[in-house]
């Protein structure tokens, strides 16, 4: 087998780090108690269909903690699982640019300053930096290794409409250029199995998006978490979701279509198992690996074959 990613057949971020630092990295995943111009009604009131009240930050700090708690909570769990560690804070919930400069600057700084972090990581919407915040963006990648997490979706803007998405195509490109332009690794999320979405545009979002070479991809796969839209439509028989073979398939034949200088942050999906509708297989979150890594391997395949 070619070990080109530590055995994986697949750029792992775990691969990245550990040539780029040296060690183990663990994301510490935070919340600096931010909202969204899709819930707060700037844009809208109901956020995407799919996110959960928590604004998909579930496994994160808890907001109304100091950021220094909130770290402190969760690396001390993570130095039982793994020792020798260093860390990237991750601030994951809401829209993480989506607040006054000043504020972003101090909740920034606050989770560099924390024992052993190397690099920062924060999630946001395309549409929800300003001139200033990409200014601020930009000072603190030069503190830090700094990545920006692109929640896109899909490409399509049909599909951004009926997902609620309130932004376009169009604003994300503009948005990945400019943080690509000052030199900022940016991670693209895309979602597999939205409402009324066929494996041809799905395919279609992921090698459009893998022709953009971000540094990082997130293939994650629809959820189904209680007391959302997607839910109600869902037990209205509106749309259905995986069967666990059948993403194990898209995913093997998206890999091979994704450069393999692209690393892959995520390949599935796992909501809080108490919300969660469906796929209920997805809990399994290790057993589906496997069986992408077993379907990677008995085709004899690698990330990018057929990029």
């Known amino acids: 087998m070619n070990n080109l990613y530590l055995g994986k057949r697949y750029h792992t971020l775990d691969y990245?780090?550990?040539?780029?630092?040296g060690c183990?990295?663990?994301k510490i995943p935070l919340s600096g108690d931010f909202s969204c111009p899709n819930r707060d009604g700037t844009k809208s009131v109901g956020g995407c269909i799919y996110c959960s009240g928590a604004l998909s930050g579930d496994f994160a700090g808890k907001p109304c903690d100091s950021i220094d708690k909130q770290f402190s909570d969760i690396a001390d769990m993570m130095a039982k699982k793994w020792k020798n560690t260093k860390y990237m804070a991750y601030f994951q919930t809401g829209t993480g640019t989506?607040?006054?400069?000043?504020?972003l600057e101090y909740l920034y700084n606050a989770a560099i300053s924390q024992p052993d972090v190397v690099a920062l990581s924060v999630a946001t919407r395309p549409d929800c930096?300003?001139?200033d915040c990409f200014r601020?963006?930009?000072k603190i990648s030069k503190k830090t290794y700094l990545t920006v997490e692109l929640g896109l979706q899909s490409v399509h803007d049909k599909t951004g409409e009926i997902i609620n998405r309130q932004s376009t195509y169009a604003e994300f490109l503009d948005s990945f250029?400019?943080?690509?332009?000052?030199?900022?690794d940016v991670c693209v999320h895309l979602i597999n199995g939205l409402p009324f979405e066929s494996v041809d545009m799905m395919n279609e979002s992921v090698r459009r998006v893998s022709e953009l070479l971000p540094w990082s991809l997130k293939l994650h796969l629809l959820h189904v978490i209680r007391g959302t839209v997607c839910?109600?439509?869902?037990?209205?028989?509106?749309f259905r979701t995986f069967e666990k073979d059948e993403y194990v398939n898209l995913i093997c034949d998206q890999l091979e279509m994704i450069d393999k200088r692209i690393v892959m942050q995520r390949l599935t999906g796992d909501g809080k198992r108490e919300d969660l509708v469906s796929p209920l297989w997805s809990i399994r979150k290790f057993e589906v690996l496997n069986a992408i890594d077993a379907e990677m391997t008995r085709r004899g395949a690698m990330q990018g074959d057929k990029a």
């Open 16 to 21: 990245f780090f550990k040539n780029k630092f």
């Open 24 to 26: 183990k990295i663990a």
């Open 98 to 103: 989506y607040a006054p400069v000043g504020k």
């Open 129 to 131: 930096i300003s001139a």
């Open 136 to 138: 601020l963006l930009e």
């Open 177 to 184: 250029n400019t943080l690509k332009n000052l030199g900022i």
């Open 231 to 238: 839910a109600d439509m869902y037990e209205k028989g509106e």
